[in-house]
């Protein structure tokens, strides 16, 4: 158990509607990153950050964005969720060059 | 660019057989490959890890694999499985780089386990 929690970790909304989702660890590690999983692609990185303050994209960013105040927490925000954004959503840490997932946070978009 | 191919998308097996889950990978670097695994509706769970020390790696629940440099490939055995080992494995791949280490993920394979 790395620690690593995510909220929240069902969340049904509609097209249009903003959507924040939570990650927060507990052992303060520099990186952490968010990815999607989807049939057949295994998991696909969104955005990463190695920092406070400090992110950058991944492979599929567009529709995205994140924010890192606190060493601890990592947000990732749909500014206007589509259909195509349901997803389950992880979040990473990087502990000696070995990525350690949450749970994971199952997003539908009507 | 590095990238990942697991070879089978499903796997099936009776309880007591051998398994073996391949893949293969592409990298500029000397990569560092990992397997993990996902329990229905859970997280990723890591298997085991290679970093270029020993060849054959062990990883938890009697899961074993062997880096493979000239076939390029990362294939994970186990020798007799088990009703608990169905789930879904992935293969990955790392690119260690100035903003940590970048994972690039296979598609999966899923493992069912016959009684």
């Known amino acids: 158990d790395a620690g690593i929690t995510q909220s929240p970790r069902h969340k049904v909304t509609e097209t249009g509607t903003p959507v924040t989702l939570r990650c927060h660890q507990t052992?303060?590690?520099?990186?952490m990153y968010w990815y999607r999983q989807d049939p057949g692609h295994g998991l696909r990185l969104i955005h990463y950050?190695?920092?406070?303050?400090?992110?950058d994209k991944g492979e599929v960013s567009d529709g995205y964005s994140v924010s890192r105040s606190k060493t601890e927490d990592f947000l990732l925000t749909l500014e206007s969720a589509t259909s195509s954004q349901t997803s389950v959503y992880f979040c990473?840490?990087?502990?000696?060059?070995?990525?350690?997932f949450g749970p994971g946070t199952r997003l539908t978009v009507l | 660019a590095q990238s990942v191919t697991q070879l089978d998308s499903h796997v099936s097996v009776s309880e007591g057989t051998p398994v073996l889950l391949r893949c293969n990978y592409s990298s500029s670097y000397s990569p560092s490959l990992f397997w993990y695994v996902q329990h229905p509706n859970k997280g990723l769970q890591l298997l085991l890890k290679?970093?270029?020390?020993?060849?054959l790696v062990k990883g938890i629940n009697g899961f074993e694999a062997e880096f493979k440099k000239s076939e390029t490939s990362f294939h994970l055995t186990k020798p007799s499985a088990h009703m608990s080992d169905a789930a879904e494995y992935f293969c990955v791949v790392s690119d260690d780089t100035n903003a940590g280490n970048m994972l690039t993920f296979g598609g999966g394979t899923r493992l069912m386990v016959k009684p």
């Open positions: 052992e303060n590690h520099r990186y």
């Open positions: 290679y970093t270029s020390a020993a060849t």
């Open positions: 990473a840490i990087s502990i000696r060059d070995t990525q350690y």
């Open positions: 950050s190695y920092g406070v303050k400090d992110t």
